[in-house]
């Protein structure tokens, strides 16, 4: 036995049982299967998607899953299938409940609390944060307050309902993918941006751990904040490589 296979599964880990995965054709997208049988979904829906792009993707990384650590894959091993899982399965039954998360971001969002006074960090705030809640404001025709310190401040109503509307008209692609960035980036403002194809994940999160690299510029670099960044960022480009290879077709 080798050494790799000697390993330990990591925890939550399953074993692969699978040799190849390929993509098929249907009358209605792109299946993926495992030695010729369907990928099924927790709750059973086939895992085809409409585009041949994002079917390959889906594949390689089914592929690439439980090749290593002793032949265990985690689901953390298929990011794309997991926002694929939302698209398919979560979201068509519970819209409404979807909007309502990604809605409870807009009273604490990111961007709305900024640092009072004039130093650094509040001047970075305005340099790197002001532009993109300034593209919402006038993408979207929404005013956006924002506050100075950490006490909760209110949006008014008609930027509420002015972002419902928005959220109700996105496809469930993009809510399963605003899923996914809005935790990572703690805005989901920034999440409209991704969504909208405006800035890249690198810049976005860049804006979204802004306090945190400002801290290390003055403290010295954490290795468990760093990885924390690292982890957000796989995350946001996870989200915005979804979107792109479904829109290529």
Request: charged share 25%; with cysteine; proline share 5%.
């Amino acid at each position: 036995m080798s050494d790799l296979e000697k390993k330990p599964a990591p925890a939550g880990a399953r074993k692969r049982f699978w040799k190849q995965a390929t993509v098929v054709p249907e009358q209605e997208g792109f299946a993926v299967q495992l030695d010729g049988r369907p990928v099924r979904l927790p709750e059973k829906t086939m895992l085809s998607v409409s585009s041949r792009a994002l079917a390959d993707a889906l594949a390689a990384e089914w592929q690439a899953a439980g090749l290593t650590v002793g032949g265990h894959f985690r689901p953390e091993d298929l990011p794309l299938t997991r926002i694929a899982g939302s698209m398919l399965e979560r979201i068509p039954g519970a819209r409404a409940g979807v909007i309502d998360s990604l809605l409870a971001y807009a009273g604490s969002d990111l961007l709305c609390y900024r640092e009072a006074g004039n130093s650094r960090l509040a001047r970075r705030q305005r340099e790197l944060w002001s532009p993109w809640l300034d593209w919402c404001q006038d993408t979207f025709g929404m005013e956006l307050c924002t506050t100075e310190g950490v006490m909760p401040i209110t949006q008014p109503d008609t930027t509420m309902k002015t972002l419902r509307a928005l959220l109700e008209s996105l496809s469930d692609a993009e809510l399963a993918v605003l899923g996914v960035a809005v935790p990572a980036q703690g805005s989901l403002y920034l999440g409209l941006v991704l969504v909208k194809g405006q800035g890249t994940p690198e810049e976005l999160v860049a804006c979204a751990t802004l306090d945190e690299r400002e801290q290390m510029a003055i403290w010295g670099e954490d290795t468990d904040v760093t990885d924390r960044i690292a982890t957000r960022l796989r995350d946001v480009t996870d989200a915005a490589h979804f979107l792109e290879l479904l829109h290529k077709g």
